[in-house]
């Protein structure tokens, strides 16, 4: 199998109330702590923060992804797909997907992992509330993959992805959704 380069649109994360107790303190609260990782990943007010028994679940606002999540497509399958062959398959998919009658029944296509260009995809990652990379809390995100190359091999790479994810944002000022962009290696 491998590893994969992704791109894709960050559909939610949640965090287990549990990993954030091992890391609250005198000085930092659960409180401080998510907002900390709010401010870090989720672009306010784009996700809902909801509070089940054991975790905390963000998930992208459904008005926002109803509204951009087609144009949004039509755009960036435009400007990432270069060759004749990608350009048809990201046209194949939003032929398929303007069929559908809703944003829930396009999520459901991804689902299925039909598309190399849209399914669906997880990954846990470790976010640190400190500066020493010592205390992390669990995240696992959910995310729309739009494009993944591969196979890749890579280390210390946190900081060139967050470029990639920036530039790739500042390429759709137009969209909101453009700010749940995630770029990362899974597989």
């Given amino acids: ?11 939610g994360f949640s965090i287990d109330k549990e990993d954030i107790a091992k890391v609250v ?5 659960v409180e401080d702590i998510l907002r900390s990782f709010e401010k870090y990943y989720l672009p306010a007010p784009i996700y809902r ?6 975790t905390y679940v963000y998930s992208l606002d459904k008005a926002l992804l109803d509204k951009e999540l087609m144009p949004f497509l039509e755009r960036f399958y435009d400007f ?4 004749r ?6 046209k194949v998919v939003l032929d398929l997907l303007e069929t559908l009658p809703s944003t ?3 999520l459901e296509v991804a689902k299925r992992k039909e598309y190399d260009c849209y399914q669906w995809d997880r990954y846990l990652s470790a976010y640190y509330v400190d500066d020493w990379r ?3 809390v669990l995240v696992r995100t959910e995310v ?3 494009s993944f190359e591969g196979k890749i091999l890579m280390e210390c790479y946190d900081s060139l992805f967050d470029f990639f994810r920036r530039s790739i944002i500042n390429q759709f000022p137009d969209f909101e959704i453009a700010k749940t962009i995630d770029v990362y290696i899974n597989g």
């Fill in 134 to 136: 010592i205390k992390r």
């Fill in 144 to 146: 729309l993959l739009l």
């Fill in 1 to 11: 199998m491998g590893q994969y380069l992704m791109v894709g649109l960050r559909l």
């Fill in 25 to 29: 303190n005198e000085e930092r609260t």
């Fill in 85 to 90: 062959h990608e350009k048809e398959k990201g």
């Fill in 104 to 106: 829930d029944k396009r």
């Fill in 49 to 54: 923060r909801e509070e089940q028994e054991d």
């Fill in 80 to 83: 990432r797909y270069i060759t």
